[in-house]
Structures are given as structure tokens and as C-alpha cells.
Nanobody
């Protein structure tokens, strides 16, 4: 059974940093793209960033470009999101997701496996 477990969320002041991790178990994700999404209260889940299996291809939402960095360690089956210069509008539950396929995608519906989410709260 595939399980994705996020960690690293919390409360931080605006301008601060947080690092999220997503540990996958139950299968390896060779040649599978991965991504981070987030959902703020009352809003739809939105794309944050995606990364190819090799890590050579990454894309970011315009709202986080230059502040967030996605990475992965395939040997550890773990996905990461480093978040710097955090803003109050970054407050949301952050979800990691993996696809069965290699192509990076922006839509939540293109991802097959999801974590339970971790809360990130940025105070002003």
C-alpha cells in the first residue's frame, strides 16, 4: 500500500523559511514525476511546483517562483520543498503528490498518490 507522509509544516513569521519533506513508502517511484500542491481555507487546491524523476526538470507557480525550491532524493524515496521569504498568502495545507508516469503536470487530477497534508501558517 502506497503511503506518502509529509512533515515540516508549522508556524513561521513572514520572511521566514520552512522545509517540507514527503516520505514515500509502499513502492518506488522510478520514472515518476512528483509535485507539491496547496489549499488555503475556502480556496481550491492549487499547483505549487513539480519535478521530474531525474530532478532536471522543475516548474513553479508564479506566486512562489524564486522563493521555493523543489527537490527529491530517489534513493530515499523522498520529496522536498524548501520555502524561503514566506508570505502570509502562503498559508495553506501543503500536499505532496506522485504520478505513475514521468511527465511533469500541473493539474491535481494528473496525480495518483497523495499525502495527508501538512499545515503551513505564515504570520504577518
Amino acid at each position: 500500500q502506497v503511503q506518502l507522509v509529509e512533515s515540516g509544516g508549522g508556524l513561521v513569521q513572514a520572511g521566514g523559511s520552512l522545509g517540507l519533506s514527503c516520505a514515500a513508502s509502499g513502492r518506488t517511484f522510478d520514472n515518476c514525476a512528483a509535485a507539491w500542491f496547496r489549499q488555503a481555507p475556502g480556496k481550491e487546491r492549487e499547483f505549487v511546483s513539480t519535478i521530474s524523476w531525474s530532478g532536471t526538470t522543475t516548474y513553479y507557480a508564479n506566486s512562489v517562483k524564486g522563493r521555493f525550491t523543489i527537490s527529491r532524493d530517489n534513493a530515499k524515496n523522498t520529496l522536498y520543498l524548501q520555502m524561503n521569504s514566506l508570505k502570509p498568502e502562503d498559508t495553506a495545507v501543503y500536499y505532496c503528490a506522485f504520478r505513475r508516469y514521468s511527465g511533469v503536470m500541473y493539474r491535481a487530477g494528473d496525480y495518483d498518490y497523495w499525502g495527508q497534508g501538512t499545515q503551513v501558517t505564515v504570520s504577518s
